[in-house]
């Protein structure tokens, strides 16, 4: 479904530029507004619609396969934290589904490393990872190796 | 234009492609690695870049050992069965017994996971299938991308890496990557003492079903460029599993995902006329693959699941018995209002485009059975499938055969892969390339503490050679254009999307793409790989209009170098491993005695020239196994 752009309502921000990861939205030198320069390289992924703040941007399905008459319009609410959509059909039927998209406020709960007490060798040389053994089940237990889970590695054909 | 080089120096962990692999590895080296500088190569913006993009709503690889559920060897058990028999089961018990971690630390970022009503004192999660659970992913990727960003020293976004640097001293060591930002069109070199790829598998290398607009509509994201296999054989290092692509079987045209379907909604398929088909094709395909692999009988008793592949053949088959189209049955499902929330919402949540077409077709799948149909072939590394290059283990568990030094190294040194760019690893999914991404760099800090990285040497003459040959193709437009009044015709250069069309007109036709039924055999194989050298001479003369058709240009060096790869993998393999994903027209069965193992590639960095040979497929062998 590619994009497209509603002359009226963008003013040129440039946010789905930024964003679009297939760098399909540019803005046109001509009237300074965002558009989509290559529609075939473009997966719906929604992106910069999210992301324009005057809701300029609409979807318009593939034309080699999708009917004209349909809709699909999503608001994403950083500071709520829930996502919104609405579709329409063709024929007029409408659906609206409302999710949420994080369960913590943005930006706080993801620590800096460099702050976190360093490793000591032994861990190094472990097969731990960070945070590990803790993260794996949550309690004590160590990580599995082949000895404590009674396995080995042999040649031939198992199924 | 003015051109300016952007030099990045003394770089000990540069992260190529920040995926779910690429941000993995740069959150875990900031903590193995206090004092390194950790530099992000990134070709879109890390906040909605991937095949992650839109989001997910379901993470795929969750073992759940900390709820009694499953221990990692049951996941290489299902991931063997499922992909015929072979698999790098070493690097797959490695990231199945540490990818729960992951997965509890995105819960503690704000990823919401869904609690099974059921199980609520204990706080288990929604499982929709054995291995799956449920999750409100939009905002997966801005999720993780925080925490690479957090940890990162710098995130360069909108750098297309064209290729690695090696070290001009010591043979077959990297020594960092170059790229141009999309943007500025500036040359930038990243000098760096290890580098790990995540750049991603390759979709349309092989001609897709649609071809107008829709050919944006791949299942594999259309930006998913084949990077990670086109940076890597270009540097020599060796391939695996590379014939092993993957058909899906989804929702026709807007490929919308069917695990949720399958296993929560628990719809089921019928053809055209109403029947129930797949059990009428398996007695065939046990003869052809053997009863171990498929028993007809007995599949149920032993719980194991059908494999992919073999699910794809009855599809395939009963379309061109002309019983189509299959339908996904729907309408039993949908009669319950909370599942069909999730059934819309599982399309919102990661496939926008099949909501956008049921809504443009009026199919409200409550009152009609959506089609579903089989894809062209995608070459990736952590779905059903496992391409990708051939990596070192983990030291206290891989065979010797299996282990060169460090965990997720390819074959060269200070090159190391996450996600799709680890081969033999499929099933790994979003969290197991997440959790690939931090062993290897976990791995890459420890290669450079025990002195690997010394003495690096990169000249200015491989700068530079560089740098020529990433700006040829706006050269070739500029001189090329002046011989033409207008268009996109001309007679000494051709366009990025040209060159893509010819190179999928030759996968889809000799490799075995949809067109001919997923069908190849020798004589097609040797006839695609001479067309596929031809178009190589022909990439010389792309032409860019400008930088964002350089990008295209350099997307299409990667498939390219992708597709022979797959040609010569297919080749190679003269057998029918994975009906339902390709055939050998001339060798159609799987054939145990010559081929439980897997082939590695070599090509040579000079020569071009591809050596390929099989090694030795080792399993997880436990004591119920033995007896
Ligand atoms: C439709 C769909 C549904 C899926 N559903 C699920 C699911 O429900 N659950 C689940 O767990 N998994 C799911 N997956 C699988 C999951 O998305 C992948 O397994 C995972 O994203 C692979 O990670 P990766 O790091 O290898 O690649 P990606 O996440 O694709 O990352 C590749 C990165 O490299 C960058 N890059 C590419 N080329 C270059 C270059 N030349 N230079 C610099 N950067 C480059 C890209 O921009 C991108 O950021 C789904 C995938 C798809 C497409
Ligand atoms: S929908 Fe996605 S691919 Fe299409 S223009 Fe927007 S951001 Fe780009
Ligand atoms: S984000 Fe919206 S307003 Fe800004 S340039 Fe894009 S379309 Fe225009």
Not at chain 2, 550 to 557: A, I, Q, S, V
Request: proline content about 4%; overall charge neutral.
């Amino acid at each position: 479904m590619p994009t497209f752009v509603y002359m009226t309502r963008c003013d040129g921000c440039g946010h789905c530029v930024d964003i679009c990861p297939s760098d399909i939205m540019h803005i046109d030198d001509k009237y300074r507004r965002a558009y989509n320069i290559e529609p075939s390289m473009c997966w719906e992924c929604y992106s910069c619609v999210k992301a324009c703040p005057h809701q300029a941007i609409d979807v318009r399905g593939y034309a080699d396969f999708a009917p004209l008459g349909h809709s699909v319009r999503v608001i994403r609410d950083e500071e709520k934290g829930t996502i919104a959509w609405r579709v329409k059909f063709r024929d007029g039927r409408v659906k609206n589904f409302l999710s949420p998209i994080t369960t913590q406020p943005w930006g706080t709960k993801i620590p800096d490393l460099r702050n976190e007490p360093e490793p000591s060798d032994d861990m190094r040389n472990s097969q731990l990872l960070a945070f590990e053994p803790k993260y794996i089940r949550m309690d004590d237990g160590d990580i599995h190796t082949l000895e404590s889970n009674g396995l080995k590695f042999k040649e031939g054909v198992y199924y | 234009m003015g051109i300016k080089t952007i030099v990045e120096d003394n770089i000990d962990i540069l992260v190529v492609g920040a995926g779910l692999g690429g941000t993995g590895a740069a959150y875990e080296a900031r903590y193995w690695g206090r004092n390194k500088k950790i530099i992000i190569a990134e070709k879109a913006n890390i906040n909605r870049s991937g095949a992650v993009a839109q989001g997910l709503y379901a993470i795929n690889c969750y073992m759940g050992t900390r709820f009694g559920e499953n221990n990692p060897e049951d996941h290489v058990r299902y991931a063997r069965m499922d992909l015929m028999g072979l698999v790098r089961e070493d690097l797959l018990f490695d990231m199945a017994r540490h990818v729960d971690s992951a997965v509890h630390k995105f819960e503690e970022w704000g990823l919401p996971l869904m609690k099974d009503p059921k199980r609520e004192a204990i706080g288990a999660y929604m499982r929709e299938g054995r291995w799956q659970i449920m999750i409100h992913g939009e905002s997966y990727k801005p999720i993780v991308a925080e925490a690479a960003t957090k940890q990162a020293d710098k995130v360069y976004n909108r750098i297309m890496v064209t290729h690695l640097l090696m070290d001009d001293k010591k043979k077959n060591r990297v020594a960092g990557a170059v790229g141009f930002n999309v943007r500025t069109g500036n040359y930038h070199v990243f000098k760096s003492k290890t580098t790990i790829v995540g750049a991603g598998g390759a979709s349309n290398i092989f001609k897709p079903r649609s071809v107008g607009e829709g050919m944006g509509r791949v299942w594999y994201a259309p930006w998913s460029s084949g990077s990670a296999y086109g940076l890597l054989i270009e540097a020599g290092a060796k391939m695996t599993q590379m014939e092993n692509r993957i058909v899906l079987a989804r929702f026709k045209d807007g490929y919308g995902p069917v695990g949720a379907y399958f296993l929560h909604l628990k719809t089921y398929t019928q053809n055209g006329y109403g029947n129930e088909y797949e059990s009428k094709w398996f007695p065939a395909l046990s003869k052809m693959v053997g009863k171990e692999y498929l028993d007809t009988e007995g599949q149920h008793l032993s719980h194991k699941p059908i494999p992919t592949c073999l699910r794809n053949h009855a599809f395939i088959s009963e379309v061109n018995a002309g019983r189509g189209p299959i339908h996904m049955v729907t309408m039993e499902a949908f009669k319950d209002p909370h599942l069909e929330e999730v059934g819309w919402e599982n399309f919102l949540g990661m496939t926008v485009g099949q909501a956008v077409l049921w809504a443009a077709t009026d199919v409200d799948p409550k009152y009609e059975n959506p089609e579903l149909t089989t894809s062209e072939p995608y070459v990736m590394g952590s779905h059903a499938t496992g391409c990708g290059a051939w990596c070192s283990g983990p030291e206290d568990i891989s065979p010797d055969e299996y282990f060169w030094g460090y965990n997720r190294m390819t074959t060269v040194d200070g090159l190391f892969g996450a996600g799709d760019t680890v081969g033999g690893t499929p099933h790994a999914f979003s969290s197991g390339s997440f959790t690939e991404g931090r062993l290897a760099a976990k791995a890459a800090c420890k290669y450079i503490d025990d002195g690997k990285a010394e003495g690096i040497v990169v000249s200015n003459k491989q700068i530079a050679e560089r740098k020529e040959q990433i700006y040829k193709p706006l050269e070739n437009y500029t001189i090329g254009r002046n011989e033409i009044t207008a268009g996109t015709v001309s007679p000494s250069y051709i366009l990025p999307m040209s060159g893509l069309q010819r190179l999928q007109k030759i996968m889809d036709e000799y490799c075995g793409g949809v067109t001919v039924s997923y069908v190849t055999n020798d004589k097609l194989l040797n006839i695609g790989l001479k067309k596929l050298s031809i178009l190589e001479e022909d990439l010389e003369h792309i032409g860019a209009e400008d930088l964002h058709q350089l990008m295209r240009g350099w997307e299409l060096r990667h498939r390219h170098r992708t597709s022979e790869c797959v040609t010569q993998h297919t080749l190679f393999r003269k057998e029918t491993r994975w009906p339902g994903y390709y055939y050998r027209g001339d060798a159609m069965k799987l054939d145990d005695k010559n081929w439980h193992v897997l082939t590695v590639s070599h090509r040579n960095r000079i020569t071009g020239k591809y050596t390929l040979e099989k090694a030795p497929c080792y399993h997880l062998v436990g004591e119920e196994d033995e007896k």
